[in-house]
């Protein structure tokens, strides 16, 4: 999912969430502006930091995928404001329908954060490298969860990285100093998307909110001497392939671990939201930098997983964010793992 393109700026986040304020947000920011005689717009930040999901009760789950282990580690969630024309093709109206029907809260979206580190023998591989902080207040809760489930950062071999939206990178960089959080993982990225958030002419063709992330990878990634550029679906470590899924970033991927017997798709993004994107593959999302290419994606996944019996994950999925995908009749059914 896209997110705050830079460390968190209050005057912008004021800015845009006073004009979409959520209805829950607006009653707290009335009210709590008469009791603490504060000026709305100062509650508002106030009200936008207050959590109302609650965190999960384990700040990691451990699971197996054939030989390979893998932990999901909570980073926070972003109940987010709704975005303008947030589904091009589907009402305000039917988008609070479906995240009704999945027992979501209806005035603003609930998008949790799950890293997924694979353990193969002494390899140590992230799948992305969560908000390190620097997205939302509610979130930056991974390198705890990370270090309780026992893992150092200095002995992460490989991170693999799906896009370059802010709650997917930001955790390879310390916050004021853009210091490498992980000196010596090897950090592997799709060629296509590297090469397009470096690009020099790429700053000119995003929106004024999208350059300050554009800066910062151009500041970035290429002092960086341990980013790898990955071409095609290749095979990165023992059983783990890139997947292009292109769309919601030009060169997004999902990651497919096969180990033993079992196959497990770390969708990433290709499915951002359950409640929208599987239960309506076909809704165009604005968070989709090219939404008929990543509805394509999508569905092209989808019937490869049910139809090839591959369990999956998302990173906004519900903690602990893995589980299966059935189809019944037309529908899709995602049955997320219990913790
Ligand atoms: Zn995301």
């Known amino acids: 999912m896209e997110s705050k393109e830079s ?31 504060l000026s709305a717009r100062l509650v508002v930040s106030v009200a936008e930091a207050a959590q109302v999901t609650a965190d999960p009760a384990a700040a990691f789950v451990r699971y197996k995928v054939g030989d390979a282990e893998v932990t999901a580690i909570y980073d926070g969630v972003w109940e987010r404001p709704y975005k303008a024309n947030l589904v091009a093709n589907a009402s305000v109206d039917d988008v609070q329908a479906a995240l009704t029907k999945a027992n979501l809260p209806d005035t603003f979206l609930t998008l949790p954060f799950t890293v997924s580190v694979i353990k193969q023998g002494d390899d140590v591989i992230l799948c992305d490298a969560g908000t390190g902080g620097q997205v939302v207040p509610t979130a930056g809760k991974f390198m705890d969860g990370f270090k309780a489930a026992g893992f150092d950062p200095a002995k992460v071999s490989k991170i693999l990285i799906s896009h370059c939206h802010p709650d997917h990178i930001f955790g390879l960089m310390a916050k004021d100093t853009n210091a490498p959080v992980f000196a010596n993982a090897e950090i592997m990225i799709s060629d296509v998307e590297y090469k397009w958030w470096t690009d020099p002419t790429t700053l000119d063709k995003v929106p004024d909110d999208r350059k300050p992330l554009v800066k910062r990878i151009q500041a970035v990634f290429p002092t960086w001497k341990n980013i790898t550029q990955v071409a095609g679906e290749k095979e990165v470590a023992n059983g783990l392939s890139f997947v292009a899924a292109p769309g919601h970033t030009p060169g997004h991927r999902a990651f497919l671990l096969a180990s033993g017997k079992d196959q497990h798709m770390f969708s990433n993004d290709t499915m951002y939201m359950p409640a929208l994107n599987v239960a309506h593959p076909d809704w165009m999302g604005s968070y989709d930098q090219d939404a008929p290419t990543a509805v394509a994606s999508r569905q092209k996944m989808m019937a490869r997983l049910v139809a090839d019996r591959i369990a999956l994950s998302g990173y906004h999925f519900p903690f602990p964010g893995h589980g299966a995908l059935a189809k019944e009749g037309p529908d899709y059914v995602l049955t997320i793992a219990k913790i």
């Open 7 to 37: 460390p968190i700026c209050n005057s912008t986040l004021i800015e845009e969430d006073t004009m979409t304020l959520s209805r829950r947000t607006f009653v707290a920011t009335s009210a709590m502006a008469t009791m603490f005689g």
